[in-house]
């Protein structure tokens, strides 16, 4: 199954995301408590980045928590955006791209959320995203969260995460059925990181 999601075409995706989000408004409850738990003590100033944001549930999950920092929503689906920003959230940006594609140079980011959608990048882009992600982040306590609950299905996708990551640089948590806030620790460092 996650190689269907994956290696679909983006255009696939968006027709499929598009006709999903067509009758889904925004429902905050929806979105997971541990990783609205996991973001929601970050500081007022802090900006998240939510690649697979679908319709920002995540974003207002957080506000309801008080969270009141700067959030960047990104989804393949023009119609989920479309929905997001109606809202109408003066600190929240709102992006149609796939993941991968996303330029995320320039950008200074204190927390990225992949919210049950690292498995729709190929598996073979996803060393090189983690690599651009973590040159973003802004602090030494920024972190990637990315949140495989069905850690079964997606095993590829765990196991190679278990292999990207060193302890010395900026953590990569995963948040799953069998270890919840699991912090992966790895052999090899990417050298395109800078601290």
Known sequence: MSRLRSYAPSFVKKL?????HRT??????????????ALSNMGPDTVILDLGCGAGNLRAALRLRG????YIGVDVSATAIETA?????ESAEWYVS???????????????????SIYYVRPGAVPDLLCRCCSTLAQ???RILVRIWHTDRH??????????????QPPLYAVGRQVPYQSFCCR????????
């Open 155 to 168: 095993l590829e996708y765990v196991e190679m995460l278990s292999r990207l990551t060193e302890t010395d």
């Open 140 to 142: 030494s306590d920024s």
């Open 16 to 20: 499929f995301w598009d006709r999903k």
């Open 24 to 37: 889904r408004p925004i429902h905050a409850e929806s979105c997971p408590a541990d990783v609205v738990e």
């Open 85 to 89: 920003r109606s809202a109408g959230d």
């Open 67 to 70: 969270w009141r920092g700067h």
């Open 98 to 116: 796939p993941i991968e594609d996303f330029p995320l140079s320039g950008r200074s980011i204190d927390a990225i959320c992949f919210c049950e």
């Open 188 to 195: 090899e460092p990417c050298p395109r990181i800078t601290k």
